[in-house]
């Protein structure tokens, strides 16, 4: 509908296109090992996400970090099936310490809030 036969009060605004899940927040690759960690108050969940497609020069793996059970059954599966994951949420300015892990200097680690994963491996 034109904006000249939209109704009176209203006014036409464009829809926001939705990010391409690519970029710094949305890691795609392949899972090389998954761990578990019991700290006092969590159980931490660290998987190590080698870069299907990394720039030049850019890191070629990242760690994702949960604490939620849900997500850690899915990397679970995805890690069996050897199948690519493509990963969503906010990169960790300061790593979680971990109980008996050293993260590696320069670390990538993000706070998992979700994983894609393929229907079929």
Known sequence: MPPSN???GFQRVETPKAPALR???FPIGKLTYITCSV???YVAFLAQLSLKDPLPGEPTTVY???SEPRLQSLLQMSLANGTAVTCWGPQLAEPPPLEGYRWPPGSIVYNLAGITTPSQP
Request: hydrophobic content about 25%; aromatic content about 8%; proline content about 25%.
């Open 6 to 8: 939209l109704p009176s």
């Open 23 to 25: 970029g710094p927040n």
């Open 39 to 41: 700290e006092p108050t």
């Open 64 to 66: 994702l970090f949960t």
